[in-house]
């Protein structure tokens, strides 16, 4: 294994037990995510921040909050990654006001306010993501849903015009299509993510096939519903295809003898997914990331929190309907 993703790896274990240690009554789907938005910028979970950061969460939002829902652990995590908590928390909460005017209120919602809180002209931009939000209605009406409110916002700060970007998606979302065996709905969510980047949609649609097979010939098994979005924000990333098929497999080696991701463990499609968030740190480590709003990181931490929600979203109708049945 790479000596760098070695030590992401064994840092992503030491930040998992920490969070589940200080943050009580979490997911076991929202602990791993938490843990890599610490691994995505090298640091180590600090317990007492975390500790201060849920007090100033608790001050600040009320229990029926958005953010105080599904992703509340995940904001935590993302105020004890900022010099300055409460001023990103007052921005984040401003930036969701005014997204509530155009956007329905929900945790996806709330997500988006955090991870753009510190752009530019919001209002501006939260007009053109609705415009961009019907768009997407207008071309699939039955996929489009609030969770894609998160994507149409991050376009919305995207260089292209509106029909570009409607025009990358939609190529995307054919190509994919006819190669994969999936839910519409994912479909069109990795078509979003594969928008958010640059360059030519066959082009970027074709890389994003190339990875999934990769891993499938080094004996992976991808999962084909929400573990899609982290793979296509990983796909964005520069580095060769193959090699990062290995290393992902390199990672779910490691996590496969790890608590939590044995057999009784999450199950083996969310690991993998898991190791994508892994090699995502190593390969944005080796690729000097700029800050700007629609790079590949963002796009990574937005798919990995919305990854997570799906799999809670599921393992609560799962569990629903177990109980039901009796």
């Excluded at 849920?54 to 229990?63: H, P, S, T, V, W």
């Excluded at 207008?138 to 849903?145: A, D, I, Y």
């Excluded at 970007?165 to 995307?172: F, K, T």
């Excluded at 190669?179 to 069109?188: A, P």
Aim: glycine fraction near 6%; charged fraction near 25%.
């Amino acid at each position: 294994m790479d000596r760098m993703l070695q030590s992401i790896c064994e840092q992503f274990i030491e930040n998992r037990e920490t969070i589940k240690k200080m943050l009580k009554m979490g997911n076991a789907y929202v602990y791993p995510v938490c843990a890599n938005l610490f691994c995505g910028k090298g640091e180590t979970v600090e317990a007492e921040k975390l500790v201060a950061c849920r007090e100033i969460l608790k001050q600040k939002a009320g229990i029926f909050s958005n953010f105080r829902g599904t992703i509340e652990h995940a904001v935590i995590c993302m105020l004890a990654l900022e010099e300055k908590p409460e001023e990103k928390l007052d921005r984040a909460l401003a930036a969701y006001a005014l997204m509530k005017k155009e956007f329905m209120a929900s945790d996806y919602l709330a997500l988006a306010a955090f991870m753009l809180a510190d752009e530019e002209g919001m209002e501006e931009k939260v007009a053109r993501g609705k415009r961009i939000y019907k768009r997407m209605q207008k071309e699939h009406p039955f996929l489009t849903s609030t969770e894609d409110s998160v994507y149409a916002l991050m376009l919305a700060f995207a260089q292209r015009d509106d029909d570009a970007l409607i025009g990358d998606m939609e190529e995307s979302y054919d190509l994919l299509k006819k190669q994969l065996s999936s839910s519409g709905n994912y479909l069109q969510t990795v078509s979003h993510i594969l928008a958010l980047a640059e360059g030519d949609a066959r082009a970027k649609t074709e890389r994003f096939m190339e990875l999934y097979d990769a891993i499938g010939q080094f004996g992976g098994k991808y999962g084909k519903y929400y573990e899609l979005t982290v793979l296509a924000a990983l796909s964005v990333l520069r580095g060769d295809v193959r090699q990062m098929a290995a290393d992902m497999m390199d990672a779910d080696a490691f996590l496969a003898a790890q608590k939590g991701y044995g057999f009784w463990g999450v199950g083996k499609k969310i690991r993998l997914m898991h190791a994508a968030m892994l090699i995502s740190n190593l390969y944005s480590q080796k690729e000097e990331m700029k800050t700007a709003s629609m790079s590949a990181a963002i796009s990574m931490v937005i798919a990995q929190n919305m990854a997570s929600l799906a799999a809670v979203s599921a393992a609560t109708s799962a569990a629903a309907a177990a109980s039901s049945s009796h």
